[in-house]
């Protein structure tokens, strides 16, 4: 204990000594020496103290609203502040130094020294070196901060039970967008629709579905989902599982032999996916095909799912397949 | 009295009289344009890939016709606007004999002045955006090129809603109703000038060319910052 509080001590010692020798015994100064500018540093202080808030009010906002504008202004605020304080600090504290003569710059080495003295004359006349350091190493971290915390949204680093569940489960109708519920008989071929799990919540990325007729006999879906169609309708996610976006588009032929294939396509990256089997990618960067719903019609004619999505919704990620979906 | 009955007569027969030599005219030249695809009497041959023209009504042979999306080049090819082929009498007299070989609807008569424009963008946002863009300019879809939608009249597009051209869904009137097809031509019309309050449109191709531009103005701001800060070297 005691010998860690030691080196504890020592470090600190070192880290504080490591700045402390100062070029000044030097017998010659080569830059008259300036008066100490305290407006000009506290001007930069100030400038790295703007920056800083900035840049902990993006984190702040990020954790209470993330309203992107807002966002976007603070970062942009810190990086302006920041640019600020270092062309103050240029322009007010800096030495200003031209030598137009041109040397090879190892030939001759006291050349080298002149321009380090130069330096470190320069920068004598800064009177509160260490506070600047420190204004700069805050602006730094705290633009460090802002610029990671938005990692936090690429979601639950361990609880990923939640990505698998979703509203649906056996005998749970599908609904439209205004709540109605769907028929079989509201289903045409060479159509899509888009059905919901009735009284839950749309905005779920499990909830959206996209339906769509086949006739029957052009139904080639795998084995292990034979029966998911209700009399040839089928249902399949809406959320595109490359990237997540929804799937916008339904390539419906009027004329089969000549055109191609009924297929339910997305609009961001053109994943294409087979609605007759099960959808299977045709084309595009989508890993996996798109998750099916067992469907039933009801006595009353009413579509129901007859249990839950074959696979996980949404995009993929490393350990997408690693479960099946959960109803909530 | 007899003059009456014979003035009814003759109106009667007349319409009837110059629509069967539409009909023939039309005949011919569905000889001369169309029987090698789709067969005499528009059933198909085994051969080409062309769907039968039966049933399809005049609403499906106007629509191909005076877009130019017929004849095609080839068969099996999408079809796209060009140049067409017949004048409008011509196209008139074909469109009377497709007609005839059965049953089918006429061609619609839609009212876009009926319609309300947000219902039309709020339907058109829903139904036709994902392939036709927001603006109408038409896109992609793996396969086939959703067209842009400048050129098409009201009545083309009320045609094409029904019809589905190529891979374009079908829209039913139970889909579809000829009310809210009113509204979806009415934001067409608007979506082709739409009235700008925003300042520079630049198109209104979205967000992509809205931001180059933004980097290009942002990248001379840089410069002129550059040049603040900075100092020429002397010589």
Known sequence: MAKTRDWLLAGIVLLLGRTRSQPGDRERRLVPERPPNPRAELAVLALLGLSSSAAIAFVVVYALSAQTQLLGLAIGLALVFLAAALVVAGKELMPEEELTDEYPADERPPAQETVAQLVDDGVGSITRRRLLKLGLLGAGGTLGLAAIAPAVSFGPLFRVREL???????????VDESGRPWRASDIEESDFYTAFPEGANKEEIGSPIVLVRLPPDRLALP???????????????????????????????????GEPRPALVCPCHYSTFDPARGGEVLFGPAGRPLPMLPLEIDAHGYLRARGNFD?????????????????? | ???????????????????????????????RYCVSCHGPGGEGLPSVPAPSLRGVGALAADFY?????????????????????????????LVAYVASLGGGPPVPAPHPERGSLSAGQQLFTEKCSGCHQIVGAGGYVTGAVPPNLDEATPVQIAEAVRIGPYVMPTFTRKAITDSQLDSIIRYVEFAKHPDNRGGWSLGDVGPVPEGLVTWFLGASVLVGVCLVIGRRLRG
């Open chain 2, 65 to 93: 016709l005076r877009t130019g999306y017929m004849p095609l080049p080839r068969a099996g090819l999408q079809p796209r606007r060009s140049r067409l082929l017949l004048g409008p009498r011509a196209i008139d007299a």
């Open chain 1, 164 to 174: 698998f569940a979703t509203p649906w489960r056996k005998g749970r109708r599908l």
């Open chain 1, 311 to 328: 696979g996980p919704v949404g995009p993929s990620w490393w350990g997408v397949r690693n479960r099946k979906p959960s109803s909530q």
């Open chain 1, 223 to 257: 084995r292990e989902l034979t029966g998911y169609d209700a009399s040839g309708i089928v249902a399949y996610s809406k959320i595109c599982t490359h990237a997540g976006c929804a799937i916008a588009m339904y390539r419906a032929p009027l004329f089969q032999p």
């Open chain 2, 1 to 31: 009295m007899s003059v009456r009955v014979l003035a009814v007569l003759l109106a009667l027969a007349v319409p009837g009289a110059a629509s069967a030599a539409r009909a023939q005219q039309g005949l011919a030249l569905y000889g």
